[in-house]
């Protein structure tokens, strides 16, 4: 399922809090809901977080939307294809998401990114998105947390690099974490964490 048919996008505001919620259609399963996003990452967010769609639909960004290769890690990104598609993957497109919105913090009144940067893969067997550090720095120190909530799941995190203050990430499905170097992938789909298990030669995170 694409972005454009998501039909039903609501702002919910719960003890305080202002959550993005994203269904399928008026009263559908909820794909995702976060809470505190800044209004400024509302719009992006809708495409930038893929979790959740199939990814047999081809359907990518336009141009102007798809990795330039003046972003900081285009380099890798695009390392990063060559790996899978020598795999047999096929990589349809490849996009900046905001899921380094996760990793800002306020200092000093503005936000300030703890990572180099991120990108989502859309490949034939599904969605990769994938946060880089600087190549001398690895997520070894960085702390993820699972639990049930609702329908869902609320992921919290802890260590290094640093991530927002509010601290907390939902979604409708269970995501799986792999890192490997200076990357970390979010993945929300179980055969597709499996196959880049092969690929990479490491094992998703057991949370």
Known sequence: MSVNRLISTIMRQSSGARCLIVRKSAGGALLKGHCNLLLW?????????????????SDCPKEPLLLSPSDPVYSEAMGLKQTLESHGFVVRCVFPTKLGSIFRVDEGGGFR???????NLRTNYGEVDVVFLPKSQ???????????????????????????????????????????????????DAALMRRLEQVLQVRHRKL
Do not use: C, H
């Open 41 to 57: 990452g509302l719009v992006p967010l809708l495409v930038a977080f893929p979790f959740g769609l199939r990814a047999q639909e």
């Open 113 to 119: 990114s703890t990572v180099e940067g991120e990108a």
């Open 138 to 188: 690895t997520f070894a120190d960085f702390k993820i947390t699972e639990r049930r909530e609702g329908g869902g799941y609320m992921y919290t995190f802890g260590g290094t690099p640093r991530v927002w203050e509010t601290n907390r990430f939902g979604s409708a499905l269970r995501m799986y974490f792999l890192d490997q170097d200076n990357m970390l992938l979010f993945i929300s």
